[in-house]
Every structure is written in structure tokens, then in C-alpha cells.
């Protein structure tokens, strides 16, 4: 009376016992604690390994539309910069193919097919003649795109060169990688958590033994010995 309540429950076999220590880890069983230990460090591991292995194989894609685009856009550059290019462009690179030539005044002076009935793209024009800018857009009709604008000075006054490449293709794709490395660490870690369960229960086979032998024992065969096994 006037003494703090406790939750209890009537346990198997036990009697009586406290909801609050059910789930502490001090009642667990070895075979538990070893599972559960092993499952998480290996669910850590594979959490790192999986962001570490995206982030890597993020930037390696990444660093390749840089350098592709780089070299896009140098060959846009200098045709632009030696003829001031007037209507239609070719694209020589297989992948960059939506280029557009603009003026300070944003008037589209020279353009690709594929960007031909498209006015000029709304990007920040680059500070730095000569250097490029590389960034990702969302042009309508054409999708998530890698772009890269530079900066060029021209006969006729300076002139604004883009040369982009949709990348709607790899942002699905980095949805489907992700869901297969969330997918491959839970599987391993429930995986690595049933062999381990099985393994220690395995392992403690013996103990288990012994432990019925000795409560045979007990009060019943006192000259009784205990079996103990190799391992």
C-alpha cells in the first residue's frame, strides 16, 4: 500500500514476472544474445558497404557525363567561337545532342534538331568566360537533363553555348540500383541472423545436455556422472 505499482504478468512455469525485464537484453538467452549481437554488426556492415558502393558508383557516372560533357562542349565552343554559328547545329557527340547557341540579348542563334522549337533555356548565364558550368535541368518535353553552359566571345559579341543530355534513363535506374542494395542487405541480414541462430543452437547442443544430466542428478543419482563431449 502507497508503494509504486508494478506491471506484472504470470509467466510459464514461472510465476510471476515483470513486463519491464521481458524484453532486456540481461534475460535473454545466449542463443539469443549471440543472434542478435551478430545480426546487427552485420546489418551495420552491410548499410555502410551499400552507401559506400553508391556513393562510388553515383560518382563514377557522374564524372563521366562531366567528362563527356566537357569534351561536348569544347568542340561547341570553338565552332562557335571561330564562325559565330547561325541556324542549325550538328552534334558530334553520340549523347550530348540537345546544343543551343544564345546571345546576351537571349535571342537563339544557332540550335540542334532536337532542341530546334525550344526558345532559350533559363540558367544562370556563367561569370567566367571560358569555364564551364555543369548542372542538372529539367527541360519540358526532354526530361531530366545534365547541362553544361559556358561562356564564349564571339566576333559579333559574347555568346552563351549549352550542351546537355538527358539523364531520365539513369534516374530510374538509381531508383532500381537503390532498391536492390536496400533489398540484398536485408536479405543477407536475415540470412546471417538464421545461420547464426542455427550454428549457436548447434554449438550449445552439448550444453544442453549436460545441463538435463545435472538436473537428473540433483537429488535423485547423486554418484551419477555427467557426460561431457569432445568439443
Known sequence: RGGPAVCTERGEGTGVRSLGNRWSPSSWSVRTRVT???TLIVALLLVAGSLIFYQVARYTVLEGLHDQGTHAITDLTTLVRTSDSRGQLSARDTEFTLLQVVSEDDVVLATSASLEDYGPLDVPVPRNPGRAVYRTLKIPGKGQVYLVTERVRTAGGWRIAHAATPIDE???????FIGM???????????VGYIVSLSVRRALRPVRVMSGELAEITGRAPD?????PGP
Open 36 to 38: 542478435v549481437t551478430a
Open 181 to 191: 542494395l536496400v533489398g540484398m542487405s536485408v536479405v543477407g541480414t536475415a540470412a
Open 224 to 228: 551419477r556422472r555427467v557426460t561431457v
Open 170 to 176: 539513369f534516374n530510374r535506374y538509381q531508383g532500381i
